[in-house]
Nanobody, 120 residues
Framework: VQLQASGGGLVQAGGSLILSCVMS????????VGWYRQAPGKQRELVAR???????GYADSAKGRFTIARDNARNMVYLQMNSLKPEDTAVYYC???????????????WGKGTQVTVSS
């Protein structure tokens, strides 16, 4: 199973980016999906999460600015980031919880991350 994140880059404060993540190498069902980030010297933190039922959760810092979405047919998850701030600078990681047979236990998989840098 591989998760490949893309879409990061350098953007000015106030700008926007769309991160994408695609899962390959598995036909397991995807349960919840999420985006996390880790800034230098800080712990990895949840940015946004989306369940298979459509329930979303966002970090307070992301509410109103970021939107998570998924395309189940393409095994993809997206993060639309608007009104970016320098404090959003971090490596962003996608996460997918896959339901693994035979008992369909949820297992977490991670992408390698994509760098987002927001200049002031």
């Amino acid at each position: 199973v591989q998760l490949q994140a893309s879409g990061g880059g350098l953007v000015q404060a106030g700008g926007s980016l769309i991160l994408s993540c695609v899962m390959s190498g598995s036909d397991f069902s995807i349960n919840a999906v999420g985006w996390y980030r880790q800034a230098p010297g800080k712990q990895r933190e949840l940015v946004a999460r989306l369940t298979s039922h459509g329930d979303t959760g966002y970090a307070d810092s992301a509410k109103g600015r970021f939107t998570i979405a998924r395309d189940n047919a393409r095994n993809m998850v997206y993060l639309q980031m608007n009104s970016l701030k320098p404090e959003d600078t971090a490596v962003y990681y996608c996460n997918m919880e896959l339901l693994v047979p035979p008992d369909y236990t949820g297992m977490d998989y991670w992408g390698k991350g994509t760098q987002v840098t927001v200049s002031s």
